[in-house]
């Protein structure tokens, strides 16, 4: 059916809102208060790994000092026609700049203060003139936290070490400075304040990551990274724990040039924490709402006093409830790692994770009747299970062991290798809605299913690349060279029960002794393997970046039936790509303009027999970044039209099969900035604006009963979301040590598949407080206190559902105290 009236809104609102916006974080940039001038001598002593291309002096001065978060005024007379070595290695303040300014007849001088000064070599020139350059050596390490709540550099967007602004696609960066001054505990609420990103609550659920990304389902497998490389091939890998990360990188718009198959919507890439050089000492225990219990312990540093051998141990413990009854929230989480570097030019890690969880098996599809309209008995309350708390469970074992090898060949080639080998076991029993989630006709009955789906998968991931730059003239390159595989193997049985259970919604009473059927539903192993090869280019021409890409995929997936001794095989390749311009103002300002391609495979065949084709993804983005020089924010605003094709829709000919005939667009405005107002004050804000629409569908059924998704708004999609969150940390005087933090999210209403049902918006309040105990007294030092509340107001919402006419219940207020001792 075509989009009801209502679903519009007149345009100049768009324009007022982002005029709006943008006006406002222009503002409020325009007044940040100076950063620290002078960075703690033992911070500009230590080494960070850089990876600076060589060419023009001036570009490779300009990222040096992005990198290490420096404010470096340049003289342009000074340093035109310059070339520089580049820097690819570990160094410390002082010998960065010396490697940087090999050749050029400049050398930077430290004065007393900690500054440095730039001079011309005086046995070249003798002259003594030139300006100071400030340097404030906070490094932001690209597999590190990120420095406070903004990051300007990513090694996801083109796998190289790069900053954000030069990257010509829409990149946001939650550090673990923002996830530990806002209380995240999960992923849902680590992304909560991104804007183009919407997860679904899924409370009382089994916990996967459900997401959508500018429009479209992102959902795990597809959407969802870790340390470069794909979380699993299916959902039960993609669990993860969020005490464990030390930043997490979101990539809007197609990916597939450097990962392969995903959605077009885009990527989230999770950074697990590392070895470091330096003494990281931490425990923490916690308690909550829902009889929430957990420790942690974050342990790290150095095994000799050469730093050859550097460690990182983290681990977790909870046993907590939900807000649903008899559904808990338990997990075991360790992490160990271990970085060997034998020599300047050779890192060697391993990394290895343990997690267990235990949560409810219920799928919890609420019907509309009772949660968004009211009945006779009132509505049905949030905590209510859907299921069989007896019977039903839900307990997966993920184990990892893999490791990330970089050996720099020379000062212009490195070579990297990441590979990650993953086992998991699933003890499933399921409690799935019958009915399609509705009451009886008594409005009281719910009718629920069980089965029994327990699985067993393997999958193994390696990714190399070379990576190396040089010029070719006045053009710089840092190009990228890789080829990545992945290979899956899962094996799953299914069996149900004779007869479906009741059980009343409103006073629920668990007694049920369900009658396994001794016939098995399904039995089958999956194996996928995925090879791809592919090609960057980032051409460097004075202030211009352009970056060209290129990417070969082949996949292979293989379906084996032990029930009925029968095989399926369905071969896909496809080539996707990137090509963005950038150019980089004296100011701060960067205008990008990006066009890129996906891919994703699509399972089935048509009514001839023919397997389906990849669904292809294809956008044009246009935007403005802007880093003002000096200051401690990054603001990005950008437009895009998203399209996706070889979307699977009814056959018109035959309703049994399908046809790829469908399609579905999405365009809108991002907008997004994080700054440090003044020292101490932190902001972020966002806004986006997502008009999506299912633009070519076929009919579903005959007659008075049919239907089409053509014209409608996607499932789970809303027109427009915003947040905002500020954070303070009083800088003196007698509340010295005191920090809190407030935000709101404003989340548009949405709708069901068939645009039947509309989800209304809702507004939600986060806030913390937290306290440095040290400041009381010096018995105390290293310790600090946590209070984080989410939905400070408890605000009843809902999100679609599984289901036509079902909904999920959204996460009511939790609140969470930690004590943390660091020493």
Do not use: C
């Amino acid at each position: 059916m075509r989009q009801p009236q209502w679903h519009r809104q007149p345009s100049y609102l768009l324009a007022r809102a982002v005029r709006g916006a943008t006006l406002g974080l222009l503002v409020a940039s325009s007044g940040l208060a100076s950063p620290t001038l002078l960075a703690d001598t033992i911070a500009q002593q230590q080494n960070r790994h850089y990876s600076i291309p060589a060419g023009p002096l001036s570009a490779a001065l300009t990222e040096f000092a992005s990198s290490v978060g420096i404010t470096l005024p340049l003289d342009p007379a000074m340093v035109e026609g310059l070339h520089s070595p580049g820097l690819r290695g570990d160094y410390n303040v002082q010998q960065g700049l010396q490697q940087l300014l090999k050749g050029s007849g400049l050398q930077a001088v430290p004065l007393a203060n900690g500054n440095y000064i730039l001079r011309k070599n005086a046995s070249v020139s003798g002259s003594i003139e030139l300006d100071s350059i400030t340097i404030n050596a906070q490094a932001e390490r690209l597999s590190g936290p990120g420095n406070g709540m903004v990051a300007t550099h990513t090694s996801i967007g083109t796998k190289t070490n790069t900053p954000i602004s030069e990257v010509p696609q829409s990149i946001s960066v939650i550090t673990r400075d923002e996830m530990d001054k806002r209380g995240v505990q999960d992923f849902n609420s680590a992304v909560a304040y991104t804007p183009g990103i919407r997860a679904i609550d899924y409370v009382g659920g089994q916990g996967a990551p459900d997401i959508y990304m500018r429009g479209f389902r992102s959902f795990n497998l597809f959407g969802t990274y870790k340390d470069g490389l794909r979380s699993g091939f299916n959902q039960y890998d993609t669990d993860l724990e969020t005490y464990g990360l030390e930043r997490i990188d979101v990539i809007k718009g197609p990916a597939s040039v450097l990962y392969g198959q995903m959605a077009p919507g885009g990527m989230v890439n999770l950074t697990s924490k590392r070895p470091s050089d330096e003494t990281i000492r931490q425990v923490q225990i916690q308690g909550g709402s829902h009889d929430r219990k957990q420790g942690a312990i974050d342990l790290g540093g150095r095994l000799d006093d050469q730093g050859e051998l550097t460690y990182r141990f983290v681990a977790l413990k909870r046993d907590s409830g939900t807000q649903v009854d008899h559904s808990p929230d338990n997990r075991t989480y360790i992490a160990p790692s271990l970085t060997w570097k034998p020599d300047d030019d050779t890192r060697f890690t391993v990394i290895a994770s343990y997690l267990k969880t235990r949560k409810g098996g219920a799928e919890q599809s609420f019907p509309v009747n009772g949660t968004l309209t009211g009945t006779p008995f009132g509505h049905v309350p949030s905590s209510t299970y859907l299921g069989d708390p007896d019977v039903s469970k839900y307990e997966v074992e993920n184990t990892s062991l893999g490791y990330n090898f970089e050996r720099q060949l020379s000062d212009d080639w490195t070579f990297t290798q990441n590979a990650r080998y993953m086992k998991t076991n699933v003890d499933f029993i399921s409690n799935g809605a019958r009915n399609s989630g509705q009451l009886g006709a008594d409005g009281r009955t719910y009718t629920f299913g069980y089965q029994r789906r327990p699985k067993k998968t393997d999958t193994f991931l390696l990714d190399n690349n070379l990576g190396g730059q040089f010029a070719t003239g006045p053009i710089s390159h840092d190009v990228l060279v890789g080829f990545d595989y992945g290979h899956y193997s899962g094996r799953e049985s299914r069996s149900g029960v004779t007869s479906n259970q009741t059980v009343d919604i409103f006073d629920p009473v668990y007694n049920a002794s369900p009658t396994w059927s001794s016939t098995l539903q399904t039995d089958g192993k999956s194996v996928v393997s995925q090879k791809g090869l592919y090609f960057q280019d980032m051409l460097s021409l004075d202030k211009w970046r352009l970056t060209l890409g290129g990417r070969q995929d082949w996949v292979e997936g293989r379906e084996y039936s032990y029930l009925y001794d029968m095989r399926g095989v369905q071969k896909d390749h496809k080539f996707t790509g990137r090509v963005g311009l950038a150019y980089l103002f004296d100011n701060g300002v960067t205008p990008y303009a990006s066009y890129s391609t996906s891919f994703q495979p699509t399972s089935g065949t048509a009514q001839d027999g023919s397997s389906f084709k990849p669904t292809e993804g294809e956008q044009y983005e246009l935007g403005i970044k802007y880093e003002p020089p000096g200051y401690n924010s990054f603001i990005t605003l950008s437009v895009y039209d998203l399209t996706q094709k070889n979307v699977t829709t009814t056959d018109p000919t035959n309703p049994s099969y399908q046809v790829q005939t469908g399609e579905q667009r999405s365009r809108g405005v991002e907008l997004e900035g994080k700054a440090e107002l003044t020292h101490g004050l932190d902001l972020i804000a966002s806004y986006a604006y997502t008009d999506a629409e299912v633009t070519k569908a076929n009919p579903v059924g005959t007659g008075a009963s049919a239907y089409s998704l053509e014209g409608n708004v996607p499932i789970s999609v809303p027109r427009n979301t915003a947040s905002l969150w500020l954070d303070y940390s009083v800088q003196g005087g007698p509340l010295e040590g005191l920090g809190m933090g407030v935000g709101q999210r404003y989340i548009g209403s949405s709708y069901n598949a068939r645009n039947t049902v509309k989800v209304p918006h809702y507004t939600l309040t986060d806030a913390s407080v937290r306290y440095d105990l040290g400041h009381l007294s010096e018995d105390l030092k290293g310790m600090s206190v946590d209070l984080s509340a989410s939905n400070l107001f408890d605000k009843r919402y809902f999100t679609p559902g599984f289901y036509e006419n079902s909904v999920f219940y959204g996460t009511r207020r939790t609140v969470v105290g930690s004590l943390t001792y660091a020493w």
